[in-house]
């Protein structure tokens, strides 16, 4: 089964967006599956969506993964899925919430002690909704701009600290959005995630003489578990908004966010891998739907 073979989940007949923890299992990689033999990952978020797209692909490369979120029964789902269809008891769970600093610090140090370090910290636990930002209020402004940007430098700091104690390399993976020509209906999440690229290219400075790496990765319009927040008919539409006109998989960020911490990013830091189709050359997102005024 190719990854463009990739099929939708459906629920009664109503279209879900995402893939089966079967499908995870068995999609092609382009990496030999020892890449990250003897490593330790920690993926946020990592119960659903491209989280648990990157809990199976780097299960399967040999690390020991860590996974934590908000929803214990996601992370136990995906950590039962890994073991079911792949033999494998190498990952691990944490149900907490990233804006929390003090359960930041505290995954952080559990995970250094029980597995012996962390290697790769995958920032990917976040969310929006679609809105005119007009009509944001407090609460959901605040609400998106303390999980997306605020709980990643919470997750960031913390892992800094641990390896700057240790005296050990790390690298860190910011996974954020196409914020260049603005993200008109979810202004929250755009301002956000402009904050976590721009924090990761400053403390990639800050942070060379540590050996800390910080890259980030942008995912356009992907076949994800994310589009179900849409209206179906909103949905099926992501696909034309970049020039190859389809969508990404959930395999193709994992597999980035991999390049990045493997070997093969050594020389890499400050930077941002967009994987988008092109959307940010070409291309509009209207994810409420696009307003009358713009349709020429």
């Known amino acids: 089964m190719s990854v463009e073979k990739l099929q939708l989940v459906t629920e009664s007949t109503q279209p879900r967006w995402g893939y089966t923890m ?71 769970t944490q149900a907490m919430t990233i804006r929390d600093p003090e359960a930041c610090a505290a995954l952080i140090t559990d995970t250094v002690q029980r597995l012996g370090g962390l290697d790769l910290l995958v920032n990917n636990a976040g969310g929006q909704y679609p809105q005119a930002a007009i009509d944001f209020t407090p609460k959901g402004w605040h609400a998106v701009i303390e999980t997306n940007l605020t709980g990643t430098f919470y997750m960031m700091q913390a892992a800094a600290r641990a390896w700057r104690d240790a005296g050990r390399p790390g690298s860190i993976v910011n996974i954020v959005a196409n914020v260049w020509r603005g993200m008109p209906q979810v202004a929250h999440t755009c301002a956000a995630r402009a904050g976590v690229i721009y924090l990761s290219k400053t403390l990639a400075t800050e ?65 941002v891998l967009v994987v988008d189709g092109g959307n940010n050359q070409w291309g509009d997102v209207w994810p409420a739907g696009k307003p009358a005024y713009f349709e020429v």
């Open 22 to 92: 079967e499908e995870l299992a068995s999609a092609p990689m382009v990496y030999r599956e020892d890449l990250y033999a003897g490593k330790t990952v920690l993926v946020t978020g990592g119960g659903s969506g491209f989280g648990r797209a990157m809990t199976f692909l780097f299960a399967r490369l040999g690390a020991q993964v860590v996974i934590a979120g908000r929803k214990a029964e996601k992370l136990e789902a995906t950590r039962e899925g890994v073991e079911r269809l792949l033999g494998l008891k190498t990952v691990t």
């Open 207 to 271: 942070w060379a003489p540590l050996k800390i790496r910080v890259n980030c990765v942008s995912p356009g319009s992907i076949r994800s578990e994310g589009l179900n927040v849409y209206e179906p008919e909103v949905a099926a539409k992501f696909a034309d908004t970049n020039p190859m006109r389809t969508l990404g998989d959930a395999y193709d960020v994992g597999q980035a966010v991999a390049y990045l911490g493997a070997p093969s990013g050594k020389f890499i830091t400050g930077e």
